[in-house]
Antibody
Framework: EVQLSESGGGLVQPGGSLRLSCAVS????????MSWVRQAPGKGLEWVSS????????YYADSVQGRFTISRDNSKDTVTLQMNSLRSDDTAIYFC???????????WGQGTLVTVSS | AIQLTQSPSSLSASVGDRVTITCRAS??????LAWYQQKPGKPPKFLIY???SLESGVPSRFSGSGSGTEFTLTISSLQPEDFATYYC???????????FGGGTKVEIK
Protein backbone atom coordinates (compact mmCIF):
# COMPACT_ATOMS: atom_id res chain seq x y z
CA GLU A 1 0.00 0.00 0.00
CA VAL A 2 1.32 3.42 -0.96
CA GLN A 3 1.60 5.80 1.98
CA LEU A 4 2.63 9.45 2.19
CA SER A 5 3.21 11.04 5.57
CA GLU A 6 3.93 14.75 6.06
CA SER A 7 5.65 16.25 9.07
CA GLY A 8 7.17 19.53 10.17
CA GLY A 9 4.16 21.81 10.36
CA GLY A 10 3.54 24.17 13.24
CA LEU A 11 3.26 27.76 14.36
CA VAL A 12 5.84 30.23 13.04
CA GLN A 13 6.12 34.00 13.14
CA PRO A 14 5.92 36.11 9.99
CA GLY A 15 9.30 36.21 8.30
CA GLY A 16 10.27 32.89 9.81
CA SER A 17 11.15 29.54 8.23
CA LEU A 18 9.81 26.02 8.37
CA ARG A 19 10.84 22.76 6.75
CA LEU A 20 8.22 20.23 5.76
CA SER A 21 9.02 16.61 5.00
CA CYS A 22 7.05 13.88 3.31
CA ALA A 23 8.03 10.25 3.77
CA VAL A 24 6.82 7.91 1.05
CA SER A 25 6.52 4.13 1.18
CA UNK A 26 4.98 1.34 -0.87
CA UNK A 27 6.38 2.32 -4.27
CA UNK A 28 9.65 2.88 -6.15
CA UNK A 29 9.97 6.49 -5.10
CA UNK A 30 12.70 7.47 -7.57
CA UNK A 31 10.37 6.76 -10.50
CA UNK A 32 7.79 9.42 -9.67
CA UNK A 33 7.50 13.17 -9.66
CA MET A 34 6.14 14.67 -6.47
CA SER A 35 4.21 17.79 -5.60
CA TRP A 36 3.11 19.97 -2.69
CA VAL A 37 -0.40 21.39 -2.60
CA ARG A 38 -1.83 23.66 0.09
CA GLN A 39 -5.26 24.60 1.33
CA ALA A 40 -5.88 27.71 3.39
CA PRO A 41 -8.58 27.37 6.07
CA GLY A 42 -11.99 27.13 4.40
CA LYS A 43 -10.51 27.73 0.94
CA GLY A 44 -9.74 25.76 -2.19
CA LEU A 45 -6.67 23.85 -3.28
CA GLU A 46 -3.54 25.63 -4.49
CA TRP A 47 -0.64 23.92 -6.24
CA VAL A 48 2.63 25.02 -4.61
CA SER A 49 5.56 23.14 -6.12
CA SER A 50 6.68 20.03 -8.01
CA UNK A 51 9.92 18.12 -8.48
CA UNK A 52 10.73 15.63 -11.23
CA UNK A 53 11.80 12.05 -10.43
CA UNK A 54 15.54 12.75 -10.41
CA UNK A 55 15.23 15.98 -8.44
CA UNK A 56 17.00 17.86 -11.19
CA UNK A 57 14.01 20.01 -12.16
CA UNK A 58 11.84 21.97 -9.78
CA TYR A 59 8.75 24.11 -10.33
CA TYR A 60 6.99 26.71 -8.20
CA ALA A 61 3.81 28.70 -8.07
CA ASP A 62 4.38 32.43 -8.52
CA SER A 63 3.12 32.99 -4.96
CA VAL A 64 6.06 31.06 -3.44
CA GLN A 65 8.79 31.48 -6.08
CA GLY A 66 12.01 32.66 -4.45
CA ARG A 67 10.81 31.83 -0.91
CA PHE A 68 10.16 28.06 -1.04
CA THR A 69 12.52 25.31 -2.16
CA ILE A 70 11.48 21.75 -2.99
CA SER A 71 13.98 18.90 -2.91
CA ARG A 72 14.01 15.14 -2.67
CA ASP A 73 16.25 12.40 -1.37
CA ASN A 74 15.76 9.27 -3.46
CA SER A 75 17.92 7.26 -1.05
CA LYS A 76 15.54 8.05 1.81
CA ASP A 77 12.25 8.21 -0.16
CA THR A 78 11.49 11.69 1.08
CA VAL A 79 10.51 15.02 -0.42
CA THR A 80 11.06 18.27 1.43
CA LEU A 81 9.67 21.77 1.22
CA GLN A 82 11.87 24.47 2.74
CA MET A 83 9.74 27.55 3.39
CA ASN A 84 11.42 30.89 4.11
CA SER A 85 10.13 34.43 4.56
CA LEU A 86 6.77 33.08 5.61
CA ARG A 87 3.73 35.35 5.47
CA SER A 88 0.30 35.13 7.03
CA ASP A 89 -1.19 34.10 3.69
CA ASP A 90 1.01 30.99 3.72
CA THR A 91 -1.15 29.66 6.55
CA ALA A 92 -2.64 26.42 5.25
CA ILE A 93 -2.67 22.67 5.38
CA TYR A 94 0.18 21.45 3.20
CA PHE A 95 -0.33 18.17 1.36
CA CYS A 96 2.33 16.05 -0.27
CA UNK A 97 1.14 14.21 -3.38
CA UNK A 98 2.49 11.82 -6.01
CA UNK A 99 2.16 12.80 -9.64
CA UNK A 100 0.69 10.07 -11.85
CA UNK A 101 2.33 10.11 -15.26
CA UNK A 102 1.97 13.87 -15.62
CA UNK A 103 -1.81 13.46 -15.54
CA UNK A 104 -2.95 13.88 -11.96
CA UNK A 105 -2.13 13.59 -8.28
CA UNK A 106 -3.10 10.03 -7.46
CA UNK A 107 -1.77 9.57 -3.92
CA TRP A 108 -1.97 12.12 -1.11
CA GLY A 109 -0.78 12.43 2.44
CA GLN A 110 -3.06 13.56 5.26
CA GLY A 111 -1.47 16.99 5.35
CA THR A 112 0.38 19.09 7.92
CA LEU A 113 -0.85 22.43 9.23
CA VAL A 114 1.33 25.51 8.94
CA THR A 115 0.21 28.59 10.84
CA VAL A 116 2.02 31.88 10.30
CA SER A 117 1.11 34.30 13.04
CA SER A 118 2.69 36.59 15.61
CA ALA B 1 -0.79 31.25 -16.14
CA ILE B 2 -3.78 29.16 -17.17
CA GLN B 3 -6.93 29.85 -15.13
CA LEU B 4 -9.62 27.27 -14.45
CA THR B 5 -13.17 28.39 -13.73
CA GLN B 6 -15.58 25.91 -12.21
CA SER B 7 -19.34 26.29 -12.27
CA PRO B 8 -21.45 26.26 -10.33
CA SER B 9 -19.56 27.04 -7.14
CA SER B 10 -22.19 25.09 -5.23
CA LEU B 11 -25.29 23.07 -5.95
CA SER B 12 -28.00 21.26 -4.06
CA ALA B 13 -29.13 17.87 -5.31
CA SER B 14 -30.99 14.79 -4.16
CA VAL B 15 -29.87 11.18 -4.01
CA GLY B 16 -30.39 9.69 -7.46
CA ASP B 17 -30.01 12.98 -9.32
CA ARG B 18 -27.72 13.41 -12.29
CA VAL B 19 -25.15 16.09 -11.51
CA THR B 20 -22.89 17.93 -13.95
CA ILE B 21 -20.00 20.23 -13.01
CA THR B 22 -18.20 22.37 -15.60
CA CYS B 23 -14.56 23.43 -15.69
CA ARG B 24 -13.45 26.01 -18.23
CA ALA B 25 -9.79 26.71 -19.02
CA SER B 26 -8.51 30.13 -20.06
CA UNK B 27 -6.60 28.52 -22.95
CA UNK B 28 -6.41 25.20 -24.78
CA UNK B 29 -5.14 22.45 -22.48
CA UNK B 30 -5.93 19.56 -24.83
CA UNK B 31 -7.14 16.77 -22.49
CA UNK B 32 -4.75 17.54 -19.63
CA LEU B 33 -7.37 17.72 -16.89
CA ALA B 34 -7.94 15.82 -13.66
CA TRP B 35 -10.86 15.76 -11.22
CA TYR B 36 -10.81 15.26 -7.45
CA GLN B 37 -13.34 14.77 -4.67
CA GLN B 38 -12.66 16.17 -1.21
CA LYS B 39 -14.60 15.63 2.00
CA PRO B 40 -14.13 17.78 5.12
CA GLY B 41 -10.93 17.06 7.00
CA LYS B 42 -9.63 14.69 4.34
CA PRO B 43 -7.14 14.98 1.49
CA PRO B 44 -8.52 15.05 -2.04
CA LYS B 45 -9.33 11.78 -3.77
CA PHE B 46 -8.22 11.29 -7.38
CA LEU B 47 -11.19 10.52 -9.63
CA ILE B 48 -10.40 11.16 -13.29
CA TYR B 49 -7.31 11.91 -15.38
CA UNK B 50 -6.72 12.87 -19.00
CA UNK B 51 -10.19 14.44 -18.90
CA UNK B 52 -12.09 11.16 -19.23
CA SER B 53 -10.08 8.24 -17.81
CA LEU B 54 -11.49 6.81 -14.61
CA GLU B 55 -8.99 6.10 -11.85
CA SER B 56 -8.97 2.49 -10.70
CA GLY B 57 -11.56 1.80 -7.99
CA VAL B 58 -13.67 4.88 -8.71
CA PRO B 59 -17.36 4.01 -9.23
CA SER B 60 -18.56 4.05 -12.84
CA ARG B 61 -21.27 6.61 -12.01
CA PHE B 62 -18.47 9.18 -12.28
CA SER B 63 -17.45 10.24 -15.77
CA GLY B 64 -15.49 13.03 -17.35
CA SER B 65 -15.56 14.55 -20.79
CA GLY B 66 -14.26 17.45 -22.80
CA SER B 67 -11.13 18.75 -24.44
CA GLY B 68 -9.58 22.07 -25.28
CA THR B 69 -11.13 24.60 -22.92
CA GLU B 70 -14.38 23.05 -21.70
CA PHE B 71 -14.71 20.00 -19.50
CA THR B 72 -17.42 18.33 -17.45
CA LEU B 73 -17.60 15.94 -14.53
CA THR B 74 -20.85 14.00 -14.39
CA ILE B 75 -22.25 11.89 -11.58
CA SER B 76 -24.97 9.81 -13.18
CA SER B 77 -26.90 8.94 -10.02
CA LEU B 78 -25.84 10.83 -6.91
CA GLN B 79 -25.20 8.66 -3.86
CA PRO B 80 -25.07 9.75 -0.19
CA GLU B 81 -21.28 9.35 -0.13
CA ASP B 82 -20.90 11.72 -3.10
CA PHE B 83 -21.76 14.83 -1.14
CA ALA B 84 -18.41 16.63 -1.16
CA THR B 85 -16.43 19.35 -2.90
CA TYR B 86 -15.08 18.65 -6.38
CA TYR B 87 -12.04 20.26 -7.97
CA CYS B 88 -10.57 20.22 -11.45
CA UNK B 89 -6.84 20.63 -12.08
CA UNK B 90 -4.96 21.17 -15.32
CA UNK B 91 -1.72 19.41 -16.26
CA UNK B 92 -0.85 21.10 -19.55
CA UNK B 93 2.51 22.11 -18.07
CA UNK B 94 3.19 18.48 -17.09
CA UNK B 95 4.80 19.29 -13.73
CA UNK B 96 4.50 23.10 -13.77
CA UNK B 97 1.71 25.59 -13.00
CA UNK B 98 -0.74 22.82 -12.13
CA UNK B 99 -3.69 25.13 -11.51
CA PHE B 100 -6.82 24.07 -9.65
CA GLY B 101 -10.32 25.28 -10.23
CA GLY B 102 -12.12 27.03 -7.40
CA GLY B 103 -14.18 24.00 -6.43
CA THR B 104 -17.84 22.97 -6.55
CA LYS B 105 -19.60 22.01 -3.33
CA VAL B 106 -22.32 19.40 -3.80
CA GLU B 107 -24.83 19.58 -0.97
CA ILE B 108 -27.91 17.64 -0.01
CA LYS B 109 -31.21 19.15 -1.10
Amino acid sequence: EVQLSESGGGLVQPGGSLRLSCAVSGLTFRNYAMSWVRQAPGKGLEWVSSVNPSGGSTYYADSVQGRFTISRDNSKDTVTLQMNSLRSDDTAIYFCAKIYSGSGLDKWGQGTLVTVSS
Amino acid sequence: AIQLTQSPSSLSASVGDRVTITCRASQDIRNALAWYQQKPGKPPKFLIYDASSLESGVPSRFSGSGSGTEFTLTISSLQPEDFATYYCQQFSGYYHQLTFGGGTKVEIK
